[in-house]
């Protein structure tokens, strides 16, 4: 089974902070990852997929990198907006979620 | 606009079925060969994919869930369905469809709302 693990697992910050955060894959899978941000009580939203592509609509300040088995996501000036959680999500085999990165204020 | 709605029963009793449908509108379930799928999300816990369809024909099931899911495409009503057999307090959760796009397996989007699921007698 392919497992997903994410670092770390809250991350507290400011507003303006460069957060980044990490997913890695026990297996390779490619570029075959997506980022997501929940708020309670909403679905995920799609932020970042194929590890770096900016889905339509997302500000620019997220941006994603990585192959084979290190990812990360990058915020580069943190906005009130962004407090939320962050997951990552491969689709090379089927699809699984690692365990999420709660963003809270500092 | 493509766009998905959770719906069923928000509570059930230990050892009995789950039965849950999405309804999809701004387009059909047929017409496009996509994956549909279910996600769900234990209070407080990470999202755990549960299983998707391929156009109403082959099914993927989460290998922790196998035995007790079931997926169905119903193209009459444009909507597709899970059944979760045999549950217990661990299956409380919010559950979403989905429905993946892009390369790959594809990554999810758009997601219904979520429907909350509490078992419990």
């Known amino acids: 089974d392919l497992q997903m693990t994410q670092s770390p697992s809250t991350l507290s910050a400011s507003v303006g902070d460069r957060v980044t955060i990490t997913c890695r894959t026990s297996q390779s899978i490619s570029t075959w990852l997506a980022w997501y941000q929940q708020k309670p009580g909403k679905a995920p939203k799609v932020l970042i997929f194929d590890a770096s592509k900016l889905e339509s609509g997302v500000p620019s300040r997220f941006s994603g990198s990585g192959s084979g088995t290190e990812f990360t996501l990058t915020i580069s000036s943190l906005q009130p907006d962004d407090f939320a959680t962050y997951f990552c999500?491969?689709?090379?085999?089927?699809?699984?979620f690692g365990p999420g990165t709660k963003v809270e204020i500092k | 606009q493509l766009q998905l709605q959770e719906s069923g029963p928000g509570l059930v009793r230990p050892s009995e079925t789950l039965s849950l449908t999405c309804s999809v509108s701004g387009g059909s379930i047929s017409t496009s060969s996509y994956y549909w799928g279910w996600i769900r999300q234990s209070p407080g816990k990470g999202l755990e994919w549960i299983g998707s369809i391929f156009y109403g024909e082959d099914t993927y099931y989460n290998p922790s869930l196998k035995g007790r899911v079931t997926i169905s495409v119903d193209t009459s009503k444009n909507q597709f369905s899970l059944i979760l057999s045999s549950v217990t307090a661990a299956d409380t959760a919010m559950y979403f469809c989905?429905?993946?796009?892009?390369?790959?397996?594809?990554?999810?989007?758009?997601w219904g709302q979520g429907t909350l699921v509490v078992v419990s007698s």
């Open positions: 999500q491969q689709y090379n085999s089927y699809w699984t």
């Open positions: 989905a429905r993946p796009r892009g390369s790959g397996s594809g990554f999810f989007d758009p």
